[in-house]
């Protein structure tokens, strides 16, 4: 019951902060991506911080992070992945779903960050928009994100890779950084319990450019979920369970 409370006013403070520490940096972030990029981070650090004291939460990112042009291909569970890995990289944009957009405050960020909206309703479309808007997008390096199972995935819950990451991949040739983590187990997908523990983001050795779509398709979806399943394990959770 007390840990339950404790999750309800984490995420209570949480909510409450992200529109202020949106509005606080706002004029900013409407004049430069760096001022965006600077009030995201903020907001990012706030909640590492409260997360640590409030409901046991350490985060800790491992491996080479990427600072030149890369595709970042991340495995996804929750919420709190996002923020780790967007603080880790110098110049972070994200692939996601549209409707972000038109969310106030935060959607001015999206928008300011060079994030590219896609329709996931329109497969088809939603990848040719996809790679016309990366194509645009290429005046401006950094480190593209992109989550290869296209949503949140329960830890050991297994979900197929799609296509996208790897039509991205080909057309940029650049190559890709691979990220695994076991942040699900902390800080789930849905529900407002939160447990204590070490959250890892570890990026994976980089995947060079230029391998065949379908080679490169296998080796990431290989790297990820294997690394990811590791760091389940690390954190006492067996993912064989509910595979």
């Not at 992070?65 to 110049?91: N, W």
């Not at 039509?167 to 849905?190: E, K, M, S």
């Not at 490169?216 to 595979?243: M, N, Q």
Request: charged letters at 20%; one cysteine or more.
């Amino acid at each position: 019951m007390f840990a339950t409370l404790r999750s309800l006013l984490f995420l209570g403070q949480m909510y409450f902060m992200m529109p202020v520490i949106g509005l606080l940096w706002l004029p900013w972030a409407l004049v430069s991506r760096r001022g965006a990029r600077a009030g995201c981070k903020a907001f990012s650090y706030w909640v590492f911080w409260t997360a640590r004291w409030m409901v046991g939460i350490k985060t800790e990112v491992r491996g080479e992070v990427p600072s030149g042009e890369v595709v970042v291909a991340a495995k996804h569970q929750s919420f709190l992945d996002i923020m780790m890995i967007f603080t880790a990289l110098p110049e972070a944009r994200f692939i996601m779903k549209k409707e972000i957009l038109w969310t106030p405050v935060i959607g001015v960020y999206a928008w300011r960050l060079d994030c590219i909206a896609v329709d996931r309703g329109k497969k088809v479309q939603a990848i040719e928009k996809m790679i016309k808007d990366v194509a645009d997008g290429t005046k401006h390096p950094g480190q593209l994100i992109i989550y290869p199972q296209g949503t949140r995935v329960v830890p050991g819950v297994k979900k197929p890779y799609k296509v996208g990451t790897a039509v991205i991949y080909d057309q940029l040739q650049q190559p890709c950084a691979p990220v695994a983590t076991n942040v699900g187990v902390f800080w789930p997908r849905t529900g407002i319990r939160r447990t204590p523990g070490t959250a890892v983001v570890e990026f994976l050795p980089m995947i060079e450019a230029g391998l065949p779509v379908d080679v490169f398709r296998e080796r990431l979806e290989a790297e990820v979920e294997t690394a990811s399943d590791k760091l389940l394990e690390e954190a006492g959770f067996d993912p064989h369970i509910h595979t």
